[in-house]
């Protein structure tokens, strides 16, 4: 089993940054790739962004177009999401995701909410 946690969502104006972070717990060896994911109500849940089990980079969003970086570190269990120049449209809950032994696991989400 494997447990994820997102921190860092708030409440920002158009134009600024927030960092999420999720740290995963439990057999945490097993995880493969990770990702974030972002939904807004009404909308179906779209990818952010996906690193791979050795922190490479390998897909994000079309809408991202090079606002965010996602970083993570196996020592510290983490994955970071550094998001920059935020607008309205970036508004949703942000869910953590990890791939381990054929299985999805999913955190409960942060909400960030950006204000013009």
């Known amino acids: 089993q494997v447990q994820l946690a997102e921190s860092g969502g708030g409440l920002v104006q158009a134009g600024e940054s927030l960092k999420l972070s999720c740290l995963a717990s439990g057999k945490t060896w097993t995880i493969g790739g990770m990702a974030w994911y972002r939904q807004t109500p009404g909308k179906d849940r779209e990818l952010v962004a996906r690193i791979t089990?050795?922190?490479?980079?390998?897909?994000?969003?079309?809408?991202?177009?090079?606002?965010?970086?996602?970083?993570?570190?196996?020592?510290?269990?983490?994955?970071?999401?550094?998001?920059?120049?935020?607008?309205?449209?970036?508004?949703?809950?942000?869910?953590?995701?990890?791939?381990?032994?054929?299985l999805d696991y999913w955190g409960q989400g942060t909400q960030v909410t950006v204000t013009t």
């Open 53 to 102: 089990r050795g922190g490479v980079p390998r897909e994000f969003g079309n809408f991202v177009k090079g606002r965010f970086t996602i970083r993570r570190d196996n020592t510290k269990n983490t994955v970071d999401l550094q998001m920059n120049n935020l607008t309205p449209e970036d508004t949703a809950v942000y869910s953590c995701s990890a791939q381990a032994r054929g």
